[in-house]
Structure formats: C-alpha cells, structure tokens
C-alpha cells in the first residue's frame, strides 16, 4: 500500500509531522489547532472562533489531497477545558450538519500559544 504524504501552504506546518497521509483510500489529518498558517498565531479568543480556523485548516488540507469535509468519516477533538465542549459543539454542527461523522474527544494536556482545541480527521480519499 502506497503512503502519500499531503502538503499545502494554505494550513500550518510542522517540522515535527504531515500535516496529512494518504493511504488505503483514507487521508489522516493531523491535529490542528487553530493556528493563522501564515503568522502562526492563535486565530480567535473564543472556543467558536477557535474550533472554525481549526476546520478551515482542515478543509485546506483535504482540499491539497482531494477529499473534503464531506468525506470525513470520523473526528477527535481535544479541548482544553470542558467547559467549552457546548461552544466547540455550536460551531461544528455549522460545518457538519448531515451525514455526521464519528466523533470522539479528549482533554487536551497543554496550551500551546493558548489554543483551547485540537482537531484530527480521517475522511475518505
């Protein structure tokens, strides 16, 4: 099985992973937290805000591996305080509002920059 690794300027990067791979017909989205991919900074004070440049990350990069959100197939999302699960739930459901994918969560056990979220898709490719 062939292993393709996914790039675009228009989500951040690291040096550290992918931002995605292909492989067996799926294409695995790294964590994304809800970083501007130009300046690095936080994008938004809010959980709302936050969770929104989180997706378009993550839409950029589907789109640089030709999927979509419309494809994704399942989610993890790490929040940094508990309490913000009501307002992360608010935005998702504007971006995803039929043919839900699986969705898990975790809390997220550190802050970098003071990002309150984390966001990882696998969608099909």
Excluded: H
Aim: contains cysteine; hydrophobic residues 40%; glycine residues 8%.
């Amino acid at each position: 099985m062939a292993k393709i690794i996914v790039t675009t300027d228009d989500a951040p990067k690291s040096a550290a992973y992918s931002q995605a791979v292909k492989a067996g017909g799926l294409v695995f989205v790294a964590g994304q937290g809800p970083f501007d991919p130009k300046t690095g900074d936080v994008v938004g004070a809010t959980i709302q805000e936050q969770t929104a440049q989180c997706l378009r990350n993550i839409e950029a990069i589907l789109k640089a591996a030709n999927s979509s959100l419309n494809q994704v197939v399942s989610a993890t999302f790490i929040l940094g305080e508990e309490s913000d699960y009501p307002g992360m739930n608010e935005e998702w459901m504007k971006w995803f509002q039929t043919n839900l994918p699986a969705r898990q969560g975790a809390k997220l056990p550190i802050r970098p920059k003071g990002m309150k979220i984390s966001i990882a898709i696998i969608a099909e490719g």
